[in-house]
């Protein structure tokens, strides 16, 4: 099972090409691989939770420097009804 280490370390590789292609749009790196790219956090993560669960994942902005989040920053997750 990749930990988080791997993710960022696939998505540092994919960088450039994400960064030509997808700029300002959220990635989800998941299995050092790209799951998807999205036009808002929130889709990001919606993504990720419903396919990945607790992880691990990476979601990311591309092209933008990645900011340190402490634990508690919550976002709401998508509810059984949508």
């Known amino acids: 099972m990749a930990n988080l280490d791997d ?3 696939a998505f540092n590789g ?12 959220w990635v989800v790196i998941h299995g050092q691989a790209l799951a998807g790219t999205f036009h ?3 889709q990001a993560a919606n993504l990720a939770i ?7 994942y990476l979601i990311r902005q591309v092209g ?3 900011v340190p989040m402490p ?4 976002f709401s997750l998508p509810n059984e009804t949508g």
């Open 64 to 66: 933008v420097a990645s």
């Open 71 to 74: 634990v508690s920053v919550l």
């Open 50 to 56: 419903k396919n990945f669960g607790r992880g691990p």
């Open 14 to 25: 994919m960088k450039a090409e994400l960064e030509a292609k997808h700029s300002g749009e």
């Open 7 to 9: 993710e960022i370390a």
């Open 40 to 42: 808002s956090f929130q």
